[in-house]
C-alpha cells in the first residue's frame, strides 16, 4: 500500500467513524468518502461533523455537495490559471515556428 493509499484509507475511517458516532449508518459514510474522493475534502468532512453534529442525513449530504461544490470550482479556477499563462508564453514569445 502506497502513502497516498494509506492516508486515504485513514481519512475514510475517521470519516465513517462519525457518521456512525452520530448515530447514522456505515454506509452513509462511506457513500460520502466516495463521493468526496480526497483524503483533503474527508477531512474537512469529518471537521464539519465532530464540530457541528448535525442531527439529519440531509444536513450532511448538503455539506457533502458543499465541498464538491468548492472542490470543483478550485479545479476549474487551476486549469484556467494554467490555460491562461501558457495563452501569455504565447503571446510573449510566439509559436516557435519562426527562428529569428
Given at each position: 500500500?502506497?502513502a497516498?493509499?494509506?492516508?486515504w484509507?485513514?481519512?475514510?475511517?475517521?470519516?465513517?467513524?462519525?457518521?456512525?458516532?452520530?448515530?447514522?449508518?456505515?454506509?452513509?459514510?462511506?457513500?460520502?468518502?466516495?463521493?468526496?474522493?480526497?483524503?483533503?475534502?474527508?477531512?474537512?468532512?469529518?471537521?464539519?461533523?465532530?464540530?457541528?453534529?448535525?442531527?439529519?442525513?440531509?444536513?450532511?449530504?448538503?455539506?457533502?455537495?458543499?465541498?464538491?461544490?468548492?472542490?470543483?470550482?478550485?479545479?476549474?479556477?487551476?486549469?484556467?490559471?494554467?490555460?491562461?499563462?501558457?495563452?501569455?508564453?504565447?503571446?510573449?514569445?510566439?509559436?516557435?515556428?519562426d527562428?529569428?
Open positions: 500500500m502506497t497516498g493509499q494509506y492516508e484509507l485513514r481519512a475514510k475511517e475517521r470519516l465513517v467513524d462519525a457518521v456512525k458516532q452520530l448515530g447514522f449508518p456505515e454506509e452513509l459514510g462511506l457513500e460520502i468518502a466516495k463521493n468526496l474522493g480526497s483524503p483533503r475534502a474527508m477531512g474537512r468532512m469529518t471537521g464539519y461533523l465532530c464540530n457541528v453534529k448535525p442531527k439529519k442525513a440531509e444536513l450532511i449530504v448538503d455539506e457533502m455537495l458543499a465541498i464538491c461544490s468548492e472542490t470543483d470550482t478550485w479545479k476549474e479556477k487551476r486549469a484556467n490559471e494554467e490555460a491562461n499563462a501558457k495563452y501569455n508564453e504565447i503571446l510573449s514569445y510566439g509559436l516557435g515556428g527562428e529569428e
